[in-house]
């Protein structure tokens, strides 16, 4: 069914990027989530929508590994830049930024567009981060030196310099308004940092005792009186990979179809998302692009898409 969102503008940027990640192929995500009708999804919503197109991003046969502890850092930092500004250029335009991987290296450069935004406009930001990892590795923890898992600890302004202090200045975000939502993978190094940050972590085993519902109702009912955007940063890997298969890390033991949903449903409905990321979708690891299709949906969802 149709439901209007009056006046509300998506502005779709796509960002190809496979160097911060071990298995090749999520520099075909956008290409798979647009190929997933992403766009008509959100016109049958009633959004008008903008696609931006790629950010280029060079292939790995052009680079070389400087640093194994920090894979591709020059690249990355390059291209993270380029999409931070488009992002606060979306914002600056009262637009609504969907941002497609690509690995999640992504989110360095999505949220310091969001926080460069918030800071100009005095707005508290607040990240809500689905992923089965929690991406706090540093150059001195990571066991595979992919940047992809560097993300929130380089956004809390630890780690590598030039990642943590893009689009100039660090740290992006307070401790207290990140929420990792699904984590059930997590290195020794993140654990610590998860613990000396007083971070809100939910795992996998929360949400089977507590449910994915009174979980997203207590986050928000938190985070809405504090913050005045919301970005989401959505992982597929998040999702379970006998529903998402096409995801370049899978761990077992993940969210299901509906619980995915309601999650995303439940957003939607606090209506105070302001901005969205979705990553790691890779068409090589997918069957028949199952995995971007189940994304394209869940995008719809948290954008206002209901069965009645
Ligand atoms: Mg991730
Ligand atoms: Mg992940």
Redesign the pocket.
């Known amino acids: 069914m149709k439901q209007h969102q009056a006046g509300r503008h998506v502005d779709i940027i796509g960002f190809p990027m496979d160097l911060g990640a071990d298995h090749r192929g999520v520099d075909m995500g956008p290409s798979a989530l647009r190929i997933a009708s992403i766009q008509p999804k959100l016109e049958n919503l009633g959004y008008t929508v903008s696609d931006l197109g790629n950010i280029i991003i060079q292939n790995q046969e052009k680079q070389k590994v400087k640093n194994p502890k920090l894979k591709y850092l020059d690249e990355i930092v390059k291209t993270t830049e380029i999409l931070a500004r488009k992002v606060e250029k979306s914002l600056n335009a009262e637009h609504f930024p969907l941002c497609l991987g690509g690995d999640?290296s992504m989110?360095i450069g999505t949220v310091s567009g969001i926080s460069s935004y918030c800071k100009k406009n005095r707005k508290d930001l607040g990240l809500i981060?689905i992923?089965?990892?929690a991406?706090l590795n540093t150059e001195e923890t990571t066991p595979s030196g992919n940047i992809?898992?560097m993300?929130v600890a380089v956004l809390l302004g630890f780690g590598n310099k030039k990642l943590a202090e893009l689009h100039g200045f660090f740290p992006k975000i307070k401790p207290e308004n990140i929420v990792l939502i699904g984590l059930r993978s997590v290195d020794p190094g993140e654990r610590d940092l998860i613990k000396k940050m007083d971070l809100k972590a939910y795992t996998m085993t929360e949400i089977d005792r507590k449910g994915i519902g009174f979980i997203i109702d207590k986050i928000l009912k938190d985070l809405k009186p504090r913050v005045q955007h919301i970005h989401v940063?959505f992982?597929v890997?998040s999702i379970d990979p006998i529903t998402a298969p096409g995801v370049g890390?899978p761990v077992s033991g993940g969210l299901s179809y509906r619980e995915a949903h309601l999650l995303m449903e439940t957003i939607a409905e606090c209506g105070c998302m302001s901005s969205l990321e979705v990553?790691?979708v890779n068409p090589i690891l997918d069957s028949n692009n199952k995995s971007a299709e189940i994304t394209a949906e869940l995008v719809a969802s948290s954008l206002g898409l209901r069965i009645l």
């Open positions: 999640h989110a981060w992923d089965a990892h991406d992809h898992g993300s940063s992982d890997d890390t990553a790691e």
